[in-house]
């Protein structure tokens, strides 16, 4: 095992990994930036050390100044968190270049399943079904012929990315065009690639994803599965597991050919398979994440397995301790985001200072947070100022759970998607387990949602 280990993240996730090397006996060394020198992981790392000022380009996304701090401190590892650069092979290749142990999965795999376009051949080599779709696209012309054949409505996404952006409905082939054109901007801005995929709409589904977990040795476990549909612009506001309505035997089924397919592109760590499921149980790959999950906590309460503790070991080369017969759901476990995000205008970003906060407890709560009273919200970053996670026997349980947890939870100074979670949590559908991805959509005006 290592002796110590670079953070090259933030916020709560920071703090996460800080209290997972700390029961292992790991020393931490947090990389901060300006904007970051008084949060809270910052205080509790042993050592830290500044990688730059506040915008992450010059920060958290450095590599030259991650390296540096890294080798200046003597850590013999990095833990790149999620988001960033956790997802970035070129990073990885350095690490190992300059003899740091990335934890994370192998540069390789990273590549493969970063290329969406190159992860649907490879998930389809394995096995995975999948919606109609296209190779890599560049000129609007190529996207209508494409367009013409699978059918409207249909969805535009980023070859070379993902966290929604780029992500478009096009409905009608008078309005593909514009689209396009729109699409392919913000993906070659944001990726340095302008390439984009077609792949036929499923307009009732269910976000649902596995979590798998493989080590160097040929080992690998699925962990049951999380549902994620409540979004907006495609990016998660609540998870939970199991999945509503989903089968034991559909379960056992993506279950066992994710981790087939994880197995077959030489994966290691923690990771997850993102489908589509339809109403008639039918699942459809979407793509692989290759890091930790944001919402990784209600797969850890479910089944019992510290995935940043078992992502710890992985990386020092000791196998799985855990089989896939050992792996049983138990209870219900719901996560909510919490956001600095006005949901009344169609979630806008909020900064402020956190004048009053006081986290929930009691038994079945769980909060991960870097807030403190007296708290900067800073401008540079993502919205997420804490997860709150409840457990429960029973689905119905973990909602009463929740909207005790949340009436309890008090975040003053800027406005947060608290109470729309809580107007959630009393609709009748959602109490029903009927969750899709469009449910957002179809219940804004319940939910006092900005058209």
Known sequence: MFKKALIANRGEIALRVIRACRELGIRTVLAYSEADRDSLPARMADERICIGPGPSSKSYLHIPNLISAALLTGCEAIHPGYGFLSENPSFAEICADVGLIFIGPPSQAMVQMGDKVQSRIAAERAGLPLLPGTDALRTVGEGEAAAARIGFPLMLKAAAGGGGRGI?????????????????SEVREAFNDDGLYIEKYLGRARHVEVQVLCDNHGNGVYLGERNCSIQRRHQKLLEESPSPGLSEALRRKMGERSIKAALAIGYRGAGTMEYLVDDDDNFYFMEMNTRLQVEHPVTEWVTGVDLVREQLLVAAGE??????????????????????ENPALDFRPQTGVIEEYLAPG??????????????????????????????????????????????????????????????????????RGEVYTNFLAEHSEQLALKR
């Open 168 to 184: 478009r409905l096009v409905q009608h082939a008078d309005e593909f065009t514009s689209v396009f054109t729109t699409a392919q």
């Open 319 to 340: 196998p799985l301790r855990v089989r896939q017969e050992d792996i049983v759901l138990r209870g219900h476990a719901i996560e909510f985001r919490i956001t600095a």
């Open 362 to 431: 009691g038994i079945g709560v769980r909060v991960d947070s870097h807030l403190y009273q007296g708290y900067e919200v800073p401008p540079h970053y993502d919205s997420l100022l804490s997860k709150l996670i409840v457990w429960a026997p029973t689905r119905a349980e973990a909602i009463a759970r929740g909207k005790r947890a949340l009436g309890e939870y008090v975040i003053e100074g800027l406005p947060t998607t608290i109470p729309f979670h809580l107007e959630l949590l009393d609709n009748e559908a959602f109490q």
